[in-house]
């Protein structure tokens, strides 16, 4: 822990402690990973209204910061020579789509930059059938194209885990739960991550708190509506052992960041090699840019699986470089790696607050404090 002095990780604690005591969020977890080696490593606060103390190894709903979770396990797959980035869906999934309908061109790389257009259906509102997988697979292939594929940026929240682990799938033969611990998890030794629970393990994860929005602070767009009632199914068992590859990572910030450590070394932590550096510099080229995300309504710029810093509504500080890429989940945790500073950033809570100004201005703030406090390493 040579990169931060101790005056530097009493600051960032101060700030950390700050958070807690003034309500923004039951508990919390943050760790910085610098030039490989952890540099950070703070725990706070409660699981839940009336849980036990936060420990390090508590895991939480990652929501949408599970997305680059299963990316990067299709871009391993990349790595491999199973797929390619402009290959049409259907040559590896069939049933995907029609020939000769437009939906039958969208390419894996438009999958992965949010361009597919294949943004929001009546699968995400039904929590009963998550749990399904040949469900929500089934309710993809019938789904029509919001937008025409490739023509706008436009997030999608819950059909880009399944497009993405149903390709894994097609691919390697293996479901993307099991896929991404190959590939990612058991490799880097993120032990108490996973995409959902497996039946062998207990529900012990740290119970979720929306928060009312600060009336004062309202977002002009539409967003995915009432945070508080997105985030209420995610308190439920059986959706914590529901496979959503875009929403029930569980996990740690510890893990988190060092997934995004490696990311920032070129693909490379600790000696092993999870992508190739011509992937990793592939995967963080930016796609699209809009000033209003199709489906949030927000500044993005999108790379394939990542956000890419450099906005005015991006999570990784309040100057963020352009080169910074990572994710955000629901109002609530956030990962970043910046290559130049070889730096991986994971911050994690179990309070929901309002995504667009509300968690991005406390994510900030610790991001900020982290980037002072190795400006002058």
């Not at 993405?164 to 033969?173: A, D």
Request: charged content about 25%.
């Amino acid at each position: 822990m040579s990169h931060l002095t101790d005056a530097d990780r009493e600051r960032i604690a101060a700030l950390f402690d700050r958070q807690l005591d003034v309500g923004l969020h039951h508990g919390a977890q943050l760790a910085v990973y610098v030039d490989g080696e952890a540099a950070l490593e703070l725990a706070g606060g409660v699981t839940g209204p009336d849980g036990d103390e936060t420990t390090a190894d508590r895991r939480h709903v990652l929501f949408s910061s599970t997305k680059p979770y299963a990316a990067v396990t299709l871009h391993s797959c990349v790595d491999d020579g199973l797929l390619e980035y402009d290959d049409r869906v259907v040559e590896h999934w069939p049933e995907f789509a029609d020939e000769g309908t437009a939906k039958a061109d969208i390419t894996v790389r438009q999958v992965l930059s949010h361009t597919a257009g294949l943004t929001q259906g009546e699968i995400d509102e039904r929590p009963d059938l998550w749990g399904d997988w040949d469900a929500c697979i089934e309710a993809l292939e019938a789904m029509e194209p919001v937008y025409e594929p490739g023509e706008r940026a436009a997030y999608h929240p819950l059909t880009f885990g399944w497009l993405v682990g149903e390709l894994v799938r097609r691919v390697t033969g293996t479901p993307i739960e099991t896929a991404v611990a190959e590939r990612v998890f058991d490799p880097l030794e993120m032990g108490d991550t996973g995409i959902g629970l497996r039946e062998d393990e207990d529900d012990d994860v740290a119970t979720l708190t929306a928060f009312e929005t600060f009336d004062r602070c309202r977002d002009p767009g539409e967003g995915l509506g009432d945070h508080t009632q997105v985030a209420a199914p995610f308190n439920t068992e059986a959706v914590h052992r529901a496979v959503i590859p875009a929403a029930s990572g569980l996990g740690t910030a510890r893990d988190m960041a060092r997934f995004y450590a490696c990311l920032a070394n070129g693909g490379e932590l600790e000696g092993t090699r999870v992508l190739s550096p011509e992937t990793v510099e592939a995967m963080t080229t930016v796609q699209a840019e809009t000033d209003a995300d199709g489906t949030l309504g927000r500044p993005g710029r999108f790379a394939l699986g990542f956000w890419k810093g450099g906005t005015s509504a991006d999570p990784y500080g309040s100057l963020t470089p352009e080169y910074v890429f990572g994710h955000a989940g629901l109002g609530s945790s956030v990962g970043w790696a910046d290559p130049e500073a070889n730096v991986g950033f994971s911050y994690i809570t179990n309070g929901v607050r309002d995504g667009s100004y509300e968690h991005v201005a406390r994510v900030r703030s610790l991001a900020d404090a982290v980037r002072v406090a190795l400006q002058d390493r």
